[in-house]
């Protein structure tokens, strides 16, 4: 029999520590990998914060403006600025400055879901860094978790911190916090839009990375896919006089959310919001399967 040299292997006398989540630790590698390069960065999200700080502006002037305060950048009390003072309220509205901003960044916010999603399951399945993940302790839900988390985390910042800021100009540019004490439920409306917004976009680029082994070529079916929905939804629904054929398009359904939960103008959507709720968990529900499916076939490779 063996005897174990005790100079050299010395018994472990001390305790385990806790279970960690493994899922955790790839997203957060999955992110510091995505951020290396700075100029990406720079160049998907310095629109969305230009136009944060446009409508955190006009958020300001407008509180400004209806307590009799011309903000600085405006030159100073006018004659012009006082007759202003009249209209603030009935033109700027909080809801509609976050309904609008989501509305003129929607192609922005994909760009930064697809940048940084398109290649996280593709590029796993070039490199063949999968054989790698699924050789430790990570189930096939855990890999799903991370790469669902990475996405959602750059989404996040493009969709969901925008406006919580735009909020939060508004509740200390308001007098005496009245936005918070009167609005104050747009807030959380703001975050689980913007969460919803990024989850449902995050999912479908996820399902679209785990078809290709390129970037390159995920990037491209995913504004393709946008693309095309889009633009047949909005040339039916011009030629059959009928705007309920936006409903095949997850873009105009996503709008028709946000209309709802931020009290937004309607935009020629007027059907029932229930519908989008069942067009968006349907196309979710199938970009889900696909990812389980293909990421079960990776895990079966392993």
């Given at each position: ?6 100079e050299?292997y010395?018994p472990f006398r ?8 493994g ?6 590698a999955?992110?510091?990998a ?13 629109p ?11 958020v ?16 100073g ?13 009935q033109?700027i509205?909080?809801r509609?400055e976050?309904?609008?901003?989501h509305?003129?960044?929607s192609l922005?916010?994909?760009l ?12 796993d ?7 790698l ?10 890999y ?6 990475t996405v959602l985390?750059?989404?996040?910042i ?8 735009i909020?939060?100009?508004?509740t ?5 916090f009245?936005?918070l ?5 747009l ?6 839009f913007g ?7 995050g ?18 079916a995913?504004?393709?896919f ?6 047949i939804?909005?040339v039916?629904a011009?030629?059959q006089?009928d705007?309920?054929?936006l ?7 996503m709008?028709?959310?946000?209309g709802?939960?931020?009290?937004g103008p309607?935009m020629?959507m ?10 968006v ?8 399967a696909i990812l389980f499916a ?9």
């Amino acid at each position: 029999m063996a005897r174990t040299n005790t100079e050299v292997y010395r018994p472990f006398r001390g305790t385990l520590g806790a279970r960690t989540l493994g899922f955790l630790a790839l997203a957060r590698a999955g992110i510091a990998a995505a951020t290396k390069r700075k100029l990406p960065l720079v160049i998907l999200f310095g629109p969305p914060a230009i136009a944060t700080v446009i409508f955190s502006f006009v958020v300001y002037a407008r509180f400004a403006l209806e307590a009799g305060v011309t903000p600085s950048p405006l030159g100073g009390p006018s004659p012009a600025s006082m007759i202003a003072v009249g209209f603030a309220k009935q033109m700027i509205q909080v809801r509609e400055e976050i309904f609008m901003f989501h509305l003129a960044m929607s192609l922005f916010t994909l760009l930064v879901i697809a940048w940084f999603g398109a290649g996280l399951i593709a590029d796993d399945r070039r490199l063949g860094a999968h054989l790698l993940y699924f050789a430790r302790p990570l189930s096939r839900s855990g890999y799903l978790a991370a790469k669902f988390l990475t996405v959602l985390f750059f989404g996040g910042i493009a969709v969901v911190a925008p406006g919580l800021v735009i909020c939060i100009v508004a509740t200390f540019a308001s007098p005496d916090f009245a936005f918070l004490r009167d609005e104050g439920s747009l807030i959380p409306r703001t975050i689980l839009f913007g969460t919803l917004w990024a989850g449902v976009w995050g999912s479908v680029m996820l399902a679209i990375s785990s078809l290709f082994l390129r970037k390159t070529l995920a990037l491209v079916a995913s504004f393709a896919f946008f693309m095309i929905t889009t633009a047949i939804s909005v040339v039916l629904a011009n030629l059959q006089q009928d705007d309920r054929f936006l409903m095949l398009s997850l873009q105009m359904n996503m709008q028709r959310i946000a209309g709802w939960m931020l009290d937004g103008p309607s935009m020629r959507m007027h059907w029932d919001v229930r519908w989008s709720f069942a067009v968006v968990l349907g196309i979710t529900a199938a970009a889900w399967a696909i990812l389980f499916a293909r990421v079960r076939r990776l895990e079966a490779s392993a």
